[in-house]
């Protein structure tokens, strides 16, 4: 068997300790830190990890050369600084998701572990569910046809951060979810949104993307609704695709649905010459069976296998890249009033 991958987590809030139970349950890893700056987390933690050493100071697992990987968990502000030391100091890293609070701490981590020949991933959870690989699986197939729209709503009462806005904290989700399925890029973004609760922090937000031909897509971020809806609808010419997170089991289905569209030529109209008609289409619903892993299972499998074959991770720096630069041109949309800005 391989040597096991040595790794930190830092940053044991709310999502940290999902990753250590992970890494702490591969046997491809041997979980060697866990760090906090709040050492009553490092208590709680402790117990459940013994084997890991406990540290405040992340610069402690950066001194340690028997230390391999880096996981950053910590809020967005903080992961160009403790990712950008953790590469420097010869680590693979696995950050969470938004990679960076800006497209140019972005690109520069991205080149960073290029240079150093280093793994740099990012956790986009929603890519390793066993849904959404079906539907890349479904879109690939061509099933669909011609893919016209991606619609996603993702709304609760959620839990109001105070250092990034609804789009930076939800988006990444949706726009990883698109950037997987779909695999094209989009030209230009259109945002608008407001802030109830906060200044300067928007609550709601709605996001549209355009691309070079008629395909769309459109987001609803919230963290204002009464209820939690996470529900993406992608169309396609001859089939669509429903995805609800929220169904317990049936969460994908496939609708065997759509209008057929034909021209015959127009008695009433001689100078239109062509009349459209219309005529629908409602089929069949396929519910495919769905890996249920927990997606988090797969990321640190993906980033594991990344490191010890020296080969790119699904979701890399890149694709952690071309997610905030569209969280950023929203933004920008948002302060613009709504003005199409291009990426
Ligand atoms: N992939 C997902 O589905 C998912 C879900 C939730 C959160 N997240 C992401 O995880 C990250 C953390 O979010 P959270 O909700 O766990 O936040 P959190 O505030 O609950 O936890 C962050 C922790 O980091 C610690 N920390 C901050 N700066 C540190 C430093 N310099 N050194 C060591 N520890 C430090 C804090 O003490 C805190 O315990 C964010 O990037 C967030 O977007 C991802």
Not at 71 to 95: I, R, S, Y
Not at 106 to 119: I, K, N, Q, W
Request: charged share 30%; proline share 4%; net charge neutral.
């Amino acid at each position: 068997m391989k040597k096991p991958v040595t790794v930190g987590v830092i940053g044991c809030g709310y999502w940290g300790p999902n990753l250590l139970r992970n890494f702490a349950e591969n046997e491809a890893a041997r979980l060697r830190w866990m760090c906090d700056l709040d050492p009553g987390r490092l208590e709680v933690l402790g117990r459940r990890y013994p084997s890991a050493e406990p540290a405040r100071d992340y610069k402690r697992l950066l001194a340690d050369p028997q230390l391999d990987a880096v996981v950053v968990a910590t809020p967005v502000g903080t992961h160009h600084t403790l990712v950008k030391e953790a590469l420097q100091a010869g680590k693979h890293v696995l950050v969470e998701k938004p990679l960076t609070a800006s497209a140019r701490e972005a690109e520069e981590l991205c080149e960073l572990a290029e240079r150093s020949g280093l793994t740099l991933m990012v956790d986009h959870t929603f890519v390793y569910t066993g849904a959404v690989r079906k539907i890349k699986e479904i879109v690939e197939s061509g099933e669909l046809g011609e893919l016209l729209y991606f619609d996603s709503t993702r709304i609760n009462l959620g839990l109001f951060q105070h250092d990034i806005n609804v789009v930076w904290d939800l988006a990444p989700h949706d726009l990883s979810i698109m950037d997987y399925i779909i695999g094209r890029r989009p030209e230009a973004v259109t945002a608008t949104g407001s802030c109830h609760i906060e200044r300067g922090i928007e609550n709601i937000a709605y996001v549209m993307l355009r691309f070079a031909d008629e395909f769309i897509a459109h987001f609803h971020f919230n963290w204002l609704a009464p209820v939690k809806i996470r529900r993406t609808l992608i169309a396609g010419s001859r089939k669509m695709v429903v995805y609800d997170d929220i169904e317990p089991t049936e969460k994908v289905r496939v609708y065997d649905s759509g209008v057929t569209a034909s021209r015959r030529p127009d008695e009433q109209d001689r100078e239109a010459a062509y009349r459209t008609l219309v005529s629908y289409r409602t089929g069949d619903v396929w519910v495919p069976k769905l890996d249920s892993t927990e997606a988090l299972h797969y990321v640190c499998e993906e980033f594991l296998e990344a490191v010890t074959k020296r080969r790119r991770p699904l979701t890399d720096g890149a694709s952690g890249l071309r997610v905030v630069r569209l969280l950023e041109a929203a933004q920008a949309s948002i302060k613009e009033g709504g003005r199409f800005v291009k990426v």
